[in-house]
């Protein structure tokens, strides 16, 4: 599919499918899904809108994906090989697990990890940047995971839940 416009007053709902996304996404209407939504366009992509839920939001190929406002992820964020996703300094909500084996920009970003299962940043790379991370995980636990053994953050919050650190935190 190319672009994907959701209409404030609307809703779509997604079920148990898979979504690839060739082009932008504007979500001002409801999208509920179990399935992934994957942008794998060969030019740059946006996600905005007013209301921006994902279950699996999964970035391929040569995607450059940029968020330009506050979403939640019910599942996992994935980056896949090649591809790249810049939160900029919106607000993602991730209640999975935050897999990057693309180029993460999050600098800025605020990244709360809440819900209540166990979540892992698993990274190819052996240094992360995230901006502010938040756990608030009422049930579970934040660790690292694949290469990780550096993860550099502006603010770190533990509201609830456990975290486990890799080697070097700065």
Not at 30 to 48: C, D, E, K, L
Not at 104 to 114: D, K, R, Y
Not at 130 to 149: A, D, F, K, R
């Amino acid at each position: 599919v190319g672009d994907v416009s959701i209409s404030a007053g609307s809703s779509f709902s997604g079920g148990p499918f898979n979504y690839s996304v060739a082009g932008h996404w504007t979500g001002n209407g409801a999208f509920s899904s179990t399935g992934r939504v994957v942008f794998n366009g060969s030019s740059p992509q946006t996600i905005s809108g007013s209301s921006l839920t994902f279950f699996t939001l999964e970035t391929s190929g040569s995607a450059s994906v940029t968020a330009s406002s506050n979403g939640s992820i019910d599942g996992d964020l994935i980056i896949g090989t090649g591809s790249t996703f810049s939160a900029g300094s919106q607000s993602l909500n991730i209640a999975g697990h935050l897999t990057v084996s693309g180029t993460l920009s999050a600098a800025t970003s605020t990244v709360t990890f809440g819900g209540t299962a166990a979540h892992l940043i698993n990274c190819t790379a052996a240094s992360v940047t995230l901006g502010n991370v938040v756990v608030n995980n009422s049930g579970g636990s934040l660790s690292t995971g694949g290469s990780v053994t550096s993860l550099t953050v502006n603010n770190f919050t533990l509201t609830q839940g456990s975290f486990s650190p890799p080697a070097v935190m700065t």
